[in-house]
């Protein structure tokens, strides 16, 4: 048996291209959920019930449903629905942002229901309005004490983006099959994938954990 | 500044302020003792609606607080409270805490918020500490920064709720000074406290309250020789 190194060298252009694809998806989904997360991580502890109750509707269907599924939702119910094609990246986009904002909305609202409600009435005291007390003390805090769960989310959301290989959009994984019909090479290959995928999730946690350090320093 | 009428509070079925009326003229220092669950501290928290009251009437300077038309947030911008925890911010330096409200309640420039903010902080005997964060600082420093800090709003009144429960006892000594130096200067004060010396040397009016309600009101030179109500004399015999 011998393993042929040299195909997954030759093929590593390509497969970087791929990954690159990887983090595109994983950094703007990763960033379109922090906000749709924030609203409704907000929105779940907020006072108005109705808003209440659809956000955790929300957060229920896309925690108890597969991405996969989402993934096929997206990308050939919505078309049928609204009647128009949709682009493979949008549907990618579209997925994974709204996976990872109901993720994102659990940690946020941990984050902020962990500030002490002394700091709200101290706020409040003070004149604040609801809105001022988010915005200027209780969030600032709590996004801080949200970056290693976030980090871990980014992470998570870095690994579940080989899932849009399905619909055929050109990721790592995606990249990795074409290489290995091509080659017949799958041991070499999928390696080689893994070995990829393991050095940008160890990125990813070292800069979270030099962020973490960056802002306890700053308090 | 405060007329208080039939005031009630039921935490669900625990009824902890049992009709409460009083009222506390503009410059006078009200000291609230009693035993710890009596209800001072609620009783002070509904003065500016942290806790909303369940039943009765609550004037603030004219305005009743405890008609939902009323805007609780304007009243609130001139009855400065100081708690027993401190809530100070954590993200920002002592001049920040201080300057938060005038910046951003008030909407005073960056500039005259920071100037108003080291004023208070000299006044407190802080002026050094302006760059620190709370947790660079000591108990009484903490405490001192976040009177200054409701001070910055330039409130007709101050609301302190045990503002040396959390101190160290050498400390205790600070935050009372500045307290009564702010007594003297006339501010209209509600203070919830164990420190019967306090009580005695500054305040003008002591309120006893047990169970609910104000067993006793008398000023300070009598309720402290001689208080008529049996239960504030089997208290201040325990702590006096």
């Given amino acids: 048996m011998t393993f042929r190194w040299d195909i997954l060298y030759r093929s590593l252009p390509y497969l970087w291209e791929g990954a690159q694809m990887t983090i595109k998806l994983t950094t703007i989904a990763v960033g379109a959920g922090f906000m749709i997360g924030t609203l409704l991580g907000m929105a779940r502890i907020c006072q108005y019930k109705p808003l209440r109750i659809l956000a955790a509707i929300y957060v229920d269907f896309i925690r108890g449903?597969?991405?996969?599924?989402?993934?096929?939702?997206?990308?050939?119910?919505?078309?049928?629905?609204?009647?128009?094609?949709?682009?493979?990246?949008?549907?990618?986009?579209?997925?994974?942002?709204?996976?990872?904002?109901?993720?994102?909305?659990?940690?946020?609202?941990?984050?902020?229901?962990?500030?002490?409600?002394?700091?709200?009435?101290?706020?409040?005291?003070?004149?604040?309005?609801?809105?001022?007390?988010?915005?200027?003390?209780?969030?600032?805090?709590?996004?801080?004490?949200?970056?290693?769960?976030?980090?871990?989310?980014?992470?998570?959301?870095?690994?579940?983006?080989?899932?849009?290989?399905?619909?055929?959009?050109?990721?790592?994984?995606?990249?990795?099959?074409?290489?290995?019909?091509?080659?017949?090479?799958?041991?070499?290959?999928?390696?080689?994938?893994?070995?990829?995928?393991?050095?940008?999730?160890?990125a990813i946690s070292r800069l979270v954990a030099y962020m973490e350090r960056r802002l306890s320093v700053d308090v | 500044m405060f007329k208080i009428h039939d005031l009630h509070k039921h935490f669900g079925s625990l009824h902890v302020l049992k009709g409460i009326t009083c009222s506390i003229a503009k410059g006078q220092v009200v000291v609230i003792i009693g035993p710890s669950g009596s209800g001072k501290s609620t009783f002070l928290r509904c003065l500016n609606l942290l806790e909303k009251p369940t039943g009765g009437t609550i004037y603030v300077n004219g305005a009743e607080i405890t008609d939902p038309k009323t805007d609780i947030r304007k009243v609130r911008e001139d009855v400065g409270m100081v708690f027993q925890r401190f809530n100070l911010f954590p993200h920002m330096t002592a001049l920040e805490n201080v300057a938060f409200a005038p910046l951003r309640v008030r909407q005073l420039s960056k500039h005259e918020a920071h100037e108003r903010a080291l004023d208070l902080l000299v006044k407190v005997g802080l002026g050094d500490k302006a760059s620190s964060y709370p947790d660079q600082l000591s108990g009484g420093q903490q405490q001192r920064v976040a009177i200054a800090r409701a001070l910055a709003m330039r409130p007709k009144a101050m609301l302190f709720d045990e503002p040396t429960s959390s101190l160290d006892p050498e400390m205790i000594g600070e935050v009372l000074d500045v307290m009564q130096a702010l007594a003297e200067e006339g501010m209209t004060m509600v203070v919830v406290t164990h420190e019967m010396g306090f009580a005695r040397e500054v305040g003008d009016l002591v309120l006893f309250m047990d169970d609910g309600i104000i067993m006793e009101q008398a000023p300070p030179e009598i309720m402290f020789s001689c208080p008529s109500n049996e239960r504030t004399q089997a208290f201040l015999s325990k702590i006096l």
Wanted: aromatic residues 8%.
């Fill in chain 1, 65 to 202: 449903t597969p991405l996969l599924v989402q993934i096929f939702l997206v990308y050939m119910g919505l078309p049928q629905l609204l009647s128009f094609p949709m682009p493979r990246l949008t549907a990618a986009l579209l997925a994974l942002s709204l996976n990872s904002g109901a993720y994102v909305a659990e940690i946020v609202r941990a984050g902020i229901q962990s500030i002490d409600p002394g700091q709200t009435e101290a706020a409040l005291s003070l004149g604040c309005s609801n809105a001022q007390v988010m915005r200027y003390i209780v969030l600032p805090q709590a996004f801080k004490r949200i970056i290693p769960p976030l980090g871990n989310e980014f992470i998570a959301m870095l690994k579940d983006s080989s899932l849009v290989s399905v619909i055929a959009l050109e990721e790592l994984v995606r990249r990795a099959n074409i290489v290995i019909t091509r080659t017949y090479r799958p041991f070499e290959i999928w390696l080689g994938v893994a070995f990829m995928y393991l050095v940008m999730t160890l």
